[in-house]
């Protein structure tokens, strides 16, 4: 492999995160209000008027706020936000008053193990349905789960998972409907705990998964279609080749490797719309964070967020970069340039 090649997709990658970081800074500096205007707006309309205790909070609030966000130009802030950045402090939280990279630690993990486990399961899933509905082509098989697969990954996720909590939740009670833990185990690596946890994400990662993976088995279908026509396999066939051989090594391999790029990008997909999931099912996650860091305008929560999410898009794009063409010698990952 290339090292000029990897260092140029390297900068590439940093030069891109940049320019988002930055175009994030100026946008999220336009939006009206502030965290003390958006308090006292929703303690006036819920109650009519404010409590001593809730002038205490406003005026906490304030005074974070204002030791965070000085009355200083905008140019000025950039600059000692990006080198805060190279530092590697994120800035403490405005609402929170913690560390943002603290509160970003604590959520983290429970929206990577709803994601992972959704974009493995659905591209599992989907290669296995997709390549039945290719062996299949043009019977009812394959009419019925293309029409199918082609109306599912029409709805969206967070109408699965309405539709996921109704009926599995309430309506049949196999899965809890809120939470992210019963509270009743205490936190460890013991079965009972890591059961309870994958309990109460079975919905969420159920929700993720359905449209994904027959999303991929389209894909998949359309892949393995075009390759079972390919002069290839009927040289293949004549050379006395085993169809279970073909099916995997040749068919199965050569389907799977346009997907491989669409499987690493699926990070930001999905964290999209773990936003709106998390928010359904009250799943103490990453997305839940986002949704309330941007209700409560929290300038610096929102930053740290969308800085993590750039970074984890801009990673998968470059992992998909440097492993294609050990994938598929077929390409050279740079080679060439050489």
Request: glycine residues 10%; neutral net charge; proline residues 4%.
């Amino acid at each position: 492999m290339n090292v000029r090649w990897v260092g140029k997709r390297i900068l590439q990658g940093m030069f891109t995160a940049y320019l988002v970081i930055t175009f994030t800074f100026v946008l999220i500096r336009q939006m009206p209000g502030g965290p003390v205007e958006y308090l006292k707006a929703q303690l006036i309309t819920s109650q009519g008027s404010l409590t001593e205790q809730e002038r205490q909070r406003l005026n906490q609030l304030a005074e974070t706020y204002i030791n965070i966000n000085p009355d200083k130009p905008v140019w000025q802030q950039y600059v000692e936000y990006m080198i805060s950045i190279v530092q590697g402090d994120l800035g403490e939280s405005i609402w929170y008053n913690q560390p943002v990279a603290e509160l970003i630690g604590e959520a983290m993990p429970w929206t990577l193990l709803v994601t992972a486990s959704s974009i493995l399961l659905s591209f599992v899933i989907g290669i296995t349905i997709g390549a039945w509905m290719a062996y299949n082509e043009g019977n009812r098989i394959d009419i019925g789960l293309s029409s199918f697969a082609t109306f599912l990954t029409s709805i969206p996720y967070y109408v699965i998972g309405v539709l996921s909590v109704y009926i599995l939740g309430y309506q049949l009670g196999w899965f809890p409907t809120s939470g992210y833990t019963s509270g009743e185990i205490e936190a460890s690596l013991s079965i009972a705990y890591i059961s309870d946890v994958l309990y109460h994400a079975a919905l969420p990662i159920i929700s993720f998964t359905i449209p994904a993976a027959f999303g991929q088995s389209l894909s998949m279908r359309g892949n393995s279609v075009r390759i079972l026509g390919e002069d290839y396999l009927r040289v293949a066939s004549l050379r006395g080749l085993s169809n279970t051989r073909i099916a995997l090594h040749y068919v199965g391999r050569n389907a799977i490797l346009p997907m491989y790029t669409s499987l690493l990008l699926a990070i930001g997909t999905v964290f999209g719309g773990a936003v709106i999931l998390e928010e359904i099912f009250t799943y103490r996650g990453a997305g839940l964070l986002l949704l309330k860091a941007i209700n409560n305008r929290d300038y610096p929560l929102m930053m740290g967020m969308f800085l993590i999410i750039t970074i984890g898009v801009i990673c998968g794009m470059i992992i998909a970069d440097l492993t294609y063409g050990k994938l598929d010698p077929r390409i050279d990952s740079g080679e060439g340039s050489r």
